[in-house]
């Protein structure tokens, strides 16, 4: 049965516009982006099938744009479509984090630092600077390594950090494993990237780890 042939409730576009984003699954969500199915296969099926074969959304959309044209039903044009979609959702997160918003919610930082560093294959140290009233300056990622670690360097950060005019910093970081666990190496680096800021009156008020799940707050561990 083609999708134009469901009940109207459960077509995914008419069920989006009459209960929200929010109702539709996985599946129906992607099959929008698909917009047709494939030969014996309808478009929510054929979404079925994709993240079936790909272990979930996530690892789905965690591929290039390249990879994903080699999956079955999806060619460049869908594979542009999703990594856009994919991108609008970040800059979305961004917009939040933008200057001139003080970061009331704490989280939100968590939130942007896992969206911009999750399921990356090596790990990325990044930088969120805040002005006095902790709004957002700017974010960097500003050292990057392998799959087991990014040497991170004080004095480079405390010069980005005063080139930005930071009053305080948020510090993130992704562990590939996905384990958010902050390690003892993690720990120690945090201790010092602290005491480097201080001398510039620069404040550090959290560091994540990002993997899978929700980001790990240091702060919230009391490792700051």
């Not at 005063?162 to 910093?169: D, P, T």
């Not at 384990?179 to 010092?192: G, I, K």
Request: aromatic content about 4%.
């Amino acid at each position: 049965m083609h999708i134009r042939d469901w009940p109207e409730t459960e077509r995914p576009r008419e069920k989006l516009l009459a209960r929200g984003a929010g109702s539709l699954s996985d599946a129906e969500l992607l099959a929008l982006f698909l917009g047709s199915g494939t030969a014996g296969r309808d478009a929510v099926a054929g979404a079925r099938e994709l993240l079936a074969g790909q272990g979930g959304l996530r690892p789905l959309l965690d591929r290039e744009p390249k990879a994903l044209t080699r999956l079955r039903g999806i060619g460049p044009a869908r594979a542009c479509l999703l990594a856009a979609a994919l991108e609008l959702g970040h800059r979305h997160l961004a917009a939040q984090l933008e200057r001139g918003e003080a970061l009331g919610d704490p989280d939100a930082a968590g939130r942007y630092f896992a969206q911009r560093l999750r399921g990356l294959p090596h790990e990325v140290f990044a930088v969120l600077y805040l002005d006095t009233r902790h709004r957002a300056l700017g974010f960097e990622e500003l050292f990057r390594g392998g799959i087991d670690g990014a040497e991170v360097h004080p004095r480079v950060l405390v010069q980005r950090a005063l080139a930005h005019g930071a009053a305080a910093a948020i510090l993130g970081h992704n562990h590939p494993s996905g384990n958010p666990e902050p390690s003892a190496a993690d720990r120690a680096v945090t201790t010092r990237l602290k005491q480097a800021l201080a001398l510039v009156d620069v404040r550090l008020l959290d560091h994540f780890v990002v993997g899978d799940g929700p980001p790990t707050s240091m702060a919230r561990r009391g490792l700051l």
